[in-house]
């Protein structure tokens, strides 16, 4: 299925790892041109040649930068001539008590995962709703609907967001071609996932490795989701053809979550 987005410009934020790399490596490999951003320029420059290998690729720009900062905003739309799609991400806050949370800590996960969405939405829906084509697709987490306990920043910021979303999807920008869905992604095998099994496994003195084992057969696709399948959704949530899906929470996880809906 041709997507229809080749030659389009797409902003994929947080995207030199994981879910972020998979959208842009879909988008990519779509004839879309891409810009990337994360701050750590090794690992940018590494996937920005990737994404250039890839067949079919449009242009392919890498801006190293922080994107919870008003700067690396500036940056990464800069680098980007137009903005026809774009893909919001960003690192997710740490784990912790809620007791233990300062004023500080709330204002950082906001900024990360909240406040930098809605500036990026802010500063390109207008443009997107004028040339009449505009997708946009913020990376969330399953945690919006089935909270994490020990993750409530996560919880809060994103939900945050998700509510401000769900409110401009059905806005005016609906009619202009111009639709906002986010993904919730469940349990994806990346380095952020490592990295929280790895700090369980601490904790409980075991193996990241029986950490993995042990949250993979709770899943009843009994496996951990793969950046390029999450990817290959957001690049058909960012297609022509999905026009008519907007203002939508697509959870991603392999049938994790218990409900009916
Ligand atoms: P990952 O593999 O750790 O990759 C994170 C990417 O984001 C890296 O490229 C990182 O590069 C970049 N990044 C982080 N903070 C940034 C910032 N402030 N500005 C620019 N780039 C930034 O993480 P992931 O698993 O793909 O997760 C992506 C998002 O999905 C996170 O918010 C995560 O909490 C959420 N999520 C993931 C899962 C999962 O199973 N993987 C589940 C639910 C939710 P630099 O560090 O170099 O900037």
Do not use: H
Not at 134 to 139: A, Q
Not at 179 to 200: K, M, W
Not at 236 to 253: E, M, P, S, V
């Amino acid at each position: 299925m041709d997507l229809g987005i080749a030659g389009r410009w797409a902003l994929v934020c947080a995207a030199s790892k994981g879910l972020g790399l998979g959208c842009a490596q879909a988008l990519a490999s779509e004839g879309a041109n891409v810009t990337i951003v994360a701050r750590g320029e090794q690992a940018l420059q590494a996937a920005a040649a990737q994404l250039r290998a890839l067949p079919g690729a449009g242009q392919v720009r890498a801006v190293a930068a922080d994107i919870a900062t008003a700067e690396g905003r500036a940056a990464a739309l800069a680098a980007c001539p137009q903005v026809d799609i774009l893909v919001n991400n960003a690192g997710g806050p740490p784990p912790g008590d809620f007791r233990t949370w300062q004023r500080e800590d709330w204002l950082r996960a906001l900024d990360a995962n909240m406040l930098a969405p809605i500036a990026l939405i802010q500063a390109s829906v207008d443009a997107m709703a004028a040339r009449g084509f505009g997708r946009i697709v913020n990376i969330t987490s399953s945690a919006v609907k089935a909270p994490i306990d020990i993750l409530g920043l996560s919880n809060g910021a994103r939900s945050g967001l998700t509510g401000f979303v769900a409110g401009l999807a059905r806005s005016g920008i609906a009619a202009r071609n111009v639709t906002i869905n986010n993904l919730l992604p469940g349990q994806f095998y990346t380095d952020r996932l490592r990295g929280n099994f790895a700090a369980v496994a601490e904790r409980e003195g075991s193996s990241e490795q029986d950490v993995a084992a042990r949250k993979q057969a709770q899943i009843p696709a009994a496996r951990f989701g793969t950046p390029a399948e999450f990817g290959t959704a957001c690049a058909f949530l960012c297609g022509a053809q999905a026009g008519y899906i907007t203002g939508q929470n697509l959870l991603i996880d392999g049938g994790a979550y218990p409900g009916t809906f």
